[in-house]
């Protein structure tokens, strides 16, 4: 099965333009100030609308107060909310039940301890997004362009559904993909050039990677 395609921390036309080309399910837009890939929801907004209808639109927050989903929600009209920092399972059913949106709620993982809290969000998060864990000193929590051990969520039941982001690009994803029961991949890092830069180019090859790793092998001969 086609695995869905998160580009995140989109911030011009034409990033957005060539992700939509290239087939992404879903686009991110970054609303932690902190980061290089911010975005104002009124910008992001503008920058959405030849997704709509094509692609999921994903506004990323960390930790939000209902003011900021107030407006991020009333400009940008997200599909999906991820929750990219410590929010409770009551604060995800409280966002749910404010807002109507679906939930893809984040776990930055280094060690097995950091996916001990998963049960608590099932049946409550709509989907996950298992990313790296921030290395010591950075103040983004995510998009720091890490991997984690994958085989950690080798316990994860088929039946939970999952994207798998950190440190991804053309290079590792096929292998990201063989080694987990992922559903979907999200990348940042790997299709830029420096942070918040994102190259049409990266873009591209990222997507080539993809279609070769879903591509079926064929015998010799045939
Ligand atoms: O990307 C950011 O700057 C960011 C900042 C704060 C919270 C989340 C952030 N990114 C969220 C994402 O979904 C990234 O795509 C994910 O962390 C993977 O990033 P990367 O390792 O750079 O591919």
């Known amino acids: 099965m086609k695995p869905d395609i998160k580009i995140c921390g989109l911030k011009t ?3 957005v333009d060539r992700a939509l080309k290239r087939g992404a399910t ?3 837009f970054i609303f932690f100030e902190k980061s290089p890939r911010y975005i ?4 992001a907004a503008k920058l959405a609308e030849p997704a709509r209808g094509k692609a999921k639109i994903v506004a990323v927050v960390v930790d939000p107060t209902n003011d900021e989903l107030d407006e991020i929600v ?3 009209k997200p599909d999906i ?10 604060h995800v059913l409280t966002i749910k ?7 893809m709620k984040v776990f930055s993982v280094r060690t097995a301890d950091d996916l001990k809290r998963v049960e608590a969000y099932i049946g409550i998060a709509d989907r996950f997004l298992f990313d790296a864990k921030a290395p010591k000193g950075s103040e983004l929590p995510g998009g720091n362009g890490i991997s984690f051990d994958w085989s950690l969520l080798g316990w994860i039941d088929e039946s939970i559904d999952y994207m798998l982001s950190g440190g991804l690009n053309k290079n590792n994803v096929a292998d ?6 992922a559903r979907g991949i999200d990348v940042s890092s790997g299709v830029e050039t420096e942070p918040g830069v994102k190259s049409v180019a990266l873009i591209d090859e990222f ?3 993809v279609e070769k790793a879903d591509a079926p092998v064929m015998a010799p001969g045939s």
């Open 13 to 15: 036309p034409e990033a």
């Open 26 to 28: 879903h686009i991110g």
């Open 40 to 43: 104002e929801p009124d910008l």
């Open 74 to 76: 009333s400009l940008l």
């Open 81 to 90: 909310l991820q929750l990219h920092g410590s929010e409770s399972p009551e």
């Open 97 to 103: 039940a404010l807002y109507g949106l679906p939930v």
């Open 176 to 181: 990201a993909l063989a080694s987990t029961k």
């Open 207 to 209: 997507f080539d990677a």
